[in-house]
Structures are given as structure tokens and as C-alpha cells.
């Protein structure tokens, strides 16, 4: 065995233990291994006594990351304040192989032991919370000559979360965009076979199965129409309109364009607009698009209160900032509690067979809700059940911008 493999705190490594030693009480005191370096929690070994377990903690104490640093033993010299949030049993100066519990990366300890290699695992935990990590376990020698066995491994760790929940959202995105595709894809399917074959000379049926194809591939053309615009939206998220927008004609605009199925409906549609301009910067036809969304809604579900308030109006945010509101209030059956939350995601619907009986795709008030962000506003939603329901569109008033649109 060489010099340079010996334990290093045998007194015979590179560094001055006695300086080192005194640094580290000078960092951890008489009462134990915990203390703060600047404004960091660091935890570091008096068992065993590292020569440099304060340098160590001093080094680990102000990184970002959860960073745990082993000896050779895999004992645990010192840990930083962000690790002892990934494992809350950490103890400076125990066997980490004792402590930490996931078998990926107590492998990946004796593996980089073992072979001097820097390691790389993922593991999932699911206490306190589920999360997902990825962990580096990187051995380091010190005195950093010839060859020999490592003096310490420090493991740095990465929480993968939020890539993961990112990844998992695109997934089932994915899922329910297909789906949707493929029922009316299935029925257009099913009625050409019907009408190649046991329906070819039937007129009557015919007729029958070209009016249902007709709408389901309306409903296809729909969908694909709402998932387009849904990606540009958020291909321009960053990006805030800067035109400068009169909602009035907007509002009007909207109103007549939807007066046809307002009478099919049998709701009367109210409008109130100020006499005053309001100018807001933003892209007309995502306003128009976001406000047709939320007029067709009152008019297809909340059509039994036989009416349809469209309001906009100056108002005020809770931090004293002007605002411009569109509101629209239906008299319908009114939306429950629990589901407010989650309208706005994609695909969510109260009552999937009404929003399809409706011609709904599910992504209606996820393309509001993003047209909004991207124009700095939001969406507000109130409503109790039997009572009907107000879909509030806020965005703010530049006060850079004169009444007068320019
Ligand atoms: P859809 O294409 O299904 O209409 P949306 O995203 O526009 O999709 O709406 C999501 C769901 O919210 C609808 O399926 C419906 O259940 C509910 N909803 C929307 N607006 C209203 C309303 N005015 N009254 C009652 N329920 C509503």
C-alpha cells in the first residue's frame, strides 16, 4: 500500500491536521457538528475527526444543491442544509449506507468506492413527498497524488421534478389528444363500412350516416383547429402583444357573431359596454377567439337561464392597478365547487358526454386561459351551483396608453 493510500487522518496526508483541526472547532465549537456557515446550515463529523471535515463543510455549506460528503468508510463527514431536505435521517459522523435507504444509491456509493469512477443513479422517494432525483457520486482524492484508493465521495444531488411532471404532462397530453381524435375517427371508420356494405343501396340510411359523418369530421376539424391555436399561444407566451386594442368593438363583434346560435339557443344576449374607450395592448383575434369561448360556454351549458350577460368596465386589481374586465354571466345550472380549479386544463370537463353532445373539444378555456397570460391578464371564474355561472376576463390598462386607441 502506498503513502498516498494511507487514512488521512492518520496524521500522515498532505494537509496540516493541526491547523485543521483548529478551523474546525473554530467552525463547529465544543457543543457538536452543526453550525452555520454565513448564512448556511452545514453539518459536519467530529466523529472520526476528517483533517478536513471543516474545510469541507465550509466548501459544501454555500452550494445550492444537496451535496453530502463521505470518507472512504462511507461514513458521513458533512452535509449541507438543501441535503438534509432529501434525507432528513442524515447524521455527520454515521454510516451513510445505514442511512440512506435507497438501494440505487447505496449501490452507486460501493460501485464508486469500488471502482474510483464517478457514478450517476436516479431514484424516486416517495417521503415526505414523491420526487425524483438523479445523483452523482463522485470520488476525490485529496492530496490528489499517484494513484489509491479515494479519500472522500461527495454525492450532489438533483431534484428531476419538475422535468418529470413537465414530461408526464406532455405524455398524457398526447394520450388525450389521440383519444379525442380517434372517437370520431372511429365512427367515420364504422359508417363508411356500413355504407360500403350492408347500407350501400339503403338511401334513407345514407343520408342518415353523411349528416353524422359530416359532424364528426367537423368535430375532428375542430379539435385540430383548438390544438393549433392552442401552440401557437403558447409558442408566443414570452411574447406580449403591444397593440394597442379598443375592447368595445371587440365585445360588439363577438355579440353578433354569435347571435345565430343565441336564437337557436333561445337566450337573449345582454351586452353592456362604457361609452369611454377601453384600450388594453393585445392581439385581436386571440381577444376575440378567448371572449367567443367563454359566450359559446354560457350559450351551450348554462342555456335553461335563458340569458347571457356580456359586461365590460374599468375596474381596479386587489394591488390598486387599473384593469379592464369582460364579464359573462349565464343563468345555467352553475358549475360546482371542486371542479372551478381545474376547468381552465386541458381536456377537463365537467360532464365529458354533455361537452360532446355540445361539439366541445375540452380545450376551450385552456386557450383563454393562455391568451390571457400571454397578455399579462387571467381569468376568474365564480359561480354557485343552480345559480349560473361568470367567466371574468381582467387585463390590465397600460397607463402609458391614452384613452384613445392610437
Ligand atoms: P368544452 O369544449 O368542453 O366546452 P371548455 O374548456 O370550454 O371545453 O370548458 C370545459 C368545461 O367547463 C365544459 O366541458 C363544461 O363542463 C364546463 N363549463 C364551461 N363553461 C361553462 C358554463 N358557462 N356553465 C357550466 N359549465 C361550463
Not at 159 to 172: H, K
Not at 173 to 197: K, M, Y
Request: no cysteine; proline share 6%; aromatic share 4%.
Amino acid at each position: 500500500m502506498s503513502n498516498d493510500d494511507d487514512r488521512p487522518d492518520d496524521g500522515r496526508s498532505g494537509a496540516e491536521p493541526g491547523r485543521l483541526r483548529g478551523a474546525w472547532r473554530a467552525l463547529v465549537g465544543d457543543r457538536g457538528g452543526e453550525s452555520y456557515s454565513r448564512n448556511t446550515f452545514v453539518s459536519v463529523s467530529r466523529t472520526g475527526e476528517h483533517p478536513q471535515a471543516a474545510l469541507i463543510g465550509q466548501l459544501i455549506g454555500g452550494l445550492p444543491n444537496p451535496t453530502i460528503v463521505l470518507d472512504r468508510d462511507a461514513r458521513v463527514i458533512a452535509f449541507n442544509s438543501a441535503a438534509a431536505t432529501v434525507v432528513p435521517a442524515l447524521r455527520a459522523g454515521e454510516p451513510a449506507l445505514i442511512t440512506l435507504r435507497m438501494p440505487e444509491l447505496v449501490d452507486a456509493i460501493r460501485r464508486a468506492g469500488k471502482r474510483r469512477e464517478p457514478q450517476r443513479v436516479e431514484f424516486f422517494q416517495r417521503v415526505p413527498h414523491d420526487r425524483w432525483f438523479e445523483a452523482f457520486v463522485t470520488p476525490v482524492r485529496l492530496n490528489g497524488r499517484g494513484e489509491g484508493a479515494a479519500d472522500i465521495l461527495i454525492m450532489t444531488f438533483n431534484d428531476l421534478t419538475p422535468l418529470r411532471r413537465v414530461e408526464e404532462m406532455r405524455a398524457d397530453f398526447i394520450a388525450n389528444a389521440s383519444h379525442e381524435l380517434r372517437t370520431p375517427l372511429a365512427a367515420l371508420l364504422g359508417f363508411i363500412e356500413t355504407l360500403q356494405g350492408p347500407a350501400r343501396n339503403d338511401t334513407a340510411a345514407r343520408e342518415k350516416f353523411l349528416a353524422i359523418m359530416q359532424q364528426q369530421a367537423a368535430r375532428m376539424a375542430r379539435l385540430i383547429d383548438d390544438l393549433l391555436s392552442l401552440s401557437r399561444i403558447e409558442l408566443n407566451a414570452h411574447l406580449q402583444p403591444s397593440t394597442p386594442l379598443d375592447l368595445a368593438p371587440i365585445v360588439r363583434q363577438v355579440a353578433d357573431g354569435l347571435q345565430t346560435l343565441a336564437r337557436d339557443r333561445q337566450v337573449e344576449i345582454k351586452m353592456s359596454v362604457p361609452a369611454e374607450p377601453l384600450t388594453v395592448r393585445g392581439d385581436r383575434d386571440e381577444m376575440i377567439r378567448a371572449l367567443e369561448n367563454l359566450v359559446e360556454n354560457a350559450l351551450k351549458y348554462g342555456a335553461a337561464g335563458k340569458r347571457v350577460d356580456i359586461t365590460l368596465s374599468r375596474a381596479q386589481t386587489r394591488a390598486g392597478q387599473p384593469e379592464a374586465r369582460i364579464a359573462v354571466r349565464d343563468y345555467g345550472p352553475g358549475i360546482a365547487p371542486e371542479h372551478l380549479p381545474r376547468l381552465t386544463e386541458r381536456f377537463y370537463r365537467v360532464d365529458v358526454a354533455d361537452s360532446r353532445a355540445q361539439g366541445g373539444t375540452g380545450l376551450g378555456l385552456a386557450l383563454v386561459k393562455h391568451a390571457l397570460n400571454r397578455h399579462a391578464g387571467r381569468v376568474t371564474i365564480e359561480s354557485t351551483p343552480g345559480q349560473g355561472a361568470t367567466f371574468i376576463m381582467h387585463l390590465p390598462l397600460p397607463t402609458s396608453i391614452s384613452g384613445q386607441s392610437e
